[in-house]
């Protein structure tokens, strides 16, 4: 069943994402973070994998509570986070994605606290803090984990800054999917693209975050760009954990 609420902030957001990124065509970094949501074949999955967000979190957290977007980027998810309510902070490595978070929650008319930052390194855990009015009650990485080079100590300092009870959020592709599978082995193939790809399974998501101190909490969502793909092989999927 879907949530109207939920749904109206969705097409809002991707109708200015769509805007945002006609209006700035001449920027080739836009691609990742706006150019999948609008005219890319992938588009309809990313919009899902939006909507299940939002679910998810709307589940598991009040409204208002203090939220932090891992890896930003250009601040699709994170305007879409502050539209709903929660209280919103946004960090990533890399300054150009920080300066387009900022131009876009200007379009979406949204305050988020937007900072640069290593998830590596822990320098940017107090101006977080400061910012929300506290650590953060809700934590989401979109398509990011994988990109961090060393997990388990990203996750052991996650870990001892985040209070028992906070939730964790993760948005990311399955390795276990054959439709994910075949569109890199096509991309690798047509773009002569070798780029090394490290997701893991939700299974071994788990296990990293249950050395954090973090157990899964709910059910895992997916979405795929097949239909009647069973939600353990699904191309994009959704789930969380809670501090214990
Ligand atoms: C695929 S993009 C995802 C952007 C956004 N979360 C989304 O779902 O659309 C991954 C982002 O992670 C960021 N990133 C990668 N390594 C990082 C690190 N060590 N610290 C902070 N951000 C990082 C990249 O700069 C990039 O913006």
Redesign the pocket.
Known sequence: MTNPTIEAIVDRVLEEAKRFAHENSGDPGMS??FG??TDHPVARL?RE?LSLTLTEIAERAPGGARLL??????????AAFAASGFRTAG????PE?IARAHRFAEKMKVEPALFE?????ADWMPKVEEALGGRPEVV?????LH???DVPD?LRSLGEWLPGGSIVVV?EENPRSPTWFLKNALRSVIQRDTKEEHQLSHKKWSALFAAAGFEPVGKVRGVDMLPGVPIGARWSQVYSYRKT
């Open positions: 990742h973070t999948y949501f990313n994998r977007d891992m890896g930003c980027g250009g601040g699709l998810f994170t960090v990533d490595l890399a994605e930052g290593d998830l590596q390194a989401f990485y979109g398509y990011c990109h961090l080079p990203h948005n």
